[in-house]
Nanobody
Framework: QVQLVESGGGLVQAGGSLRLSCAAS????????MGWFRQAPGKEREFVAA????????YYADSVKGRFTISRDNAKNTVYLQMNSLKPEDTAVYYC?????????????????WGQGTQVTVSS
């Protein structure tokens, strides 16, 4: 069993930056691929970024490529999402997720554990 707790969300002006953190607990948490997803009001949850368990492979949604960076520190059982050049359309609840599956999936249904989410609001 893996528990995930996100932090770092908040209100920021367009063009600003935020860094989200996801703390994972559980004996094997560091061996799971991790992903970030987001859900805006009235919209479906969408993929943002994902990282392999060793951190060697990363994947991004086209909408955030070049602006967001996913990373992890397995010694701290923590995954990060550095978000730069934020836009109002980035406003959403951001969720951290972990998967036991092989590879680094981008589909939400392939993830087994989810955090409660952290709100990110970008004002124009």
């Amino acid at each position: 069993q893996v528990q995930l707790v996100e932090s770092g969300g908040g209100l920021v002006q367009a063009g600003g930056s935020l860094r989200l953190s996801c703390a994972a607990s559980g004996r094997t948490a560091s061996s799971y691929a991790m992903g970030w997803f987001r859900q805006a009001p009235g919209k479906e949850r969408e993929f943002v970024a994902a990282i392999s368990w060793r951190g060697g492979n990363t994947y991004y949604a086209d909408s955030v490529k070049g602006r967001f960076t996913i990373s992890r520190d397995n010694a701290k059982n923590t995954v990060y999402l550095q978000m730069n050049s934020l836009k109002p359309e980035d406003t959403a609840v951001y969720y951290c997720a972990a998967t036991r599956r092989i590879g680094v999936p981008t589909e939400s249904y392939r993830y087994d554990y989810w955090g409660q989410g952290t709100q990110v609001t970008v004002s124009s």
